[in-house]
């Protein structure tokens, strides 16, 4: 009885070192929630975009970020997000190419993940908030330098991708409330489709079209370039004023340059670390919202800030810096 006890003892300890060696052996590092950022296109803004949503990645270990860029179109954004949600991202950043026209969309993609705007706005989704910048203040310090640049006003056609992309309405908005009754006169909003040689088309048709034209203010980050190639190849450096949004490095380079007189800068790399650190809030953590810092009003402003000439290339370096992160 005694040897039966024994080795039955054995037995019972074997197996729970086999079952002991087989759970460690078996044991797997845990999943990473997959939370996504969508562009509306392809640009350097979005880049450094990219870099703060890598520095998240890194900084919280239990997080898989993935860009992805659009094309301009909303039929692109919905097949990126569809594919995302069919691979089980939990978090959607998105910069919605239509504010109306992608309300169900949003609404839909929200039943599914937590859905937050960044850039650009579609207020009456079912977003969770929007992260971004003020976009009709941000057009009044558009306005306000065109009027520093323009003191006895004038002439000047506004540029922009999608006119009826949130962000284009609010900042057209801001820029004509700013002039209003300051002699600049805005001949009209001209659309390009985020095609950046149909912008610098655009350009050279107004030129050519109004040969008084006192400026040309580009409303997206790839304007003010194509602009500027416009003026450059009419021989119209310092005759033709141009302003910008965003801190492409041609437009940075131009300022310095005395070539385009200056820029509203939003903070981009901000979106980007701040919108995965939220949906990581909001995934992970299984916080509310108002738990995660959104407000009542549910939006989230990031601030803005001008730059003119002896400002550009030191904002550059700091554009650069942000760039070369994402290998690193």
């Known amino acids: 009885m005694r040897i039966l006890t024994s080795l039955l003892l054995a037995l019972s300890l074997g197996f729970a070192g086999c079952s002991k060696s087989s759970d460690s052996a078996g044991a797997k590092t845990p999943a990473k929630t997959k939370l996504s950022f969508i562009t509306n296109v392809s640009a350097d803004f979005w880049v450094y975009a990219e870099a703060g949503a890598r520095a998240a990645e890194r900084e919280f270990d239990d997080i898989e970020v993935i ?40 609404n839909d993609w929200a039943t599914d993940a937590h859905v937050i705007c960044v850039d650009s706005d579609s207020p009456e989704s079912n977003r969770i908030t929007y992260l971004g910048t003020d976009n009709i203040a941000a057009g009044r310090q ?18 922009v991708g999608i006119k009826d992309q949130q962000n284009a309405i609010e900042r057209f908005q801001g820029f004509k409330e700013a002039t209003a009754g300051s002699g600049i006169e805005v001949i009209d909003l001209r659309t390009d489709g985020a095609d950046a040689a149909k912008a610098r088309a655009n350009a050279e048709d107004t030129l050519t079209a109004h040969p008084d034209i006192a400026a040309l203010v580009g409303l997206w980050s790839y304007n003010a370039p194509a602009c500027l190639e416009a003026v450059k190849a009419a021989g119209l450096i310092g005759k033709v004023k141009i302003l ?17 007189y200056g820029t509203i800068v939003q903070d981009p790399y901000t979106f980007g670390y701040d919108s995965m650190a939220l949906l990581r809030d909001l995934a992970v953590e299984g916080k509310s919202p108002s738990e995660a810092g959104v407000p009542a009003s549910k939006i989230i402003y990031v601030p803005t800030k001008v730059l003119r000439q002896g400002e550009g290339l030191a904002y550059k370096e700091q554009c650069d810096a942000w760039k070369a992160s994402i290998s690193n």
């Open 67 to 106: 860009f992805r860029s659009g094309d301009g179109t909303t039929t692109k954004q919905k097949q990126i997000v569809d594919d995302l949600l069919a691979a089980g991202v939990k978090g959607i950043a998105i910069s919605p190419t239509s504010a109306t026209n992608q309300i169900r969309m949003i």
């Open 142 to 159: 558009l306005g306000e330098l065109a009027k520093e640049a323009l003191p006895n006003g004038g002439k000047v056609m506004v540029f």
């Open 244 to 260: 910008s949004f965003d801190e492409a490095p041609k437009t940075l380079e131009a300022i310095d340059a005395g070539e385009i």
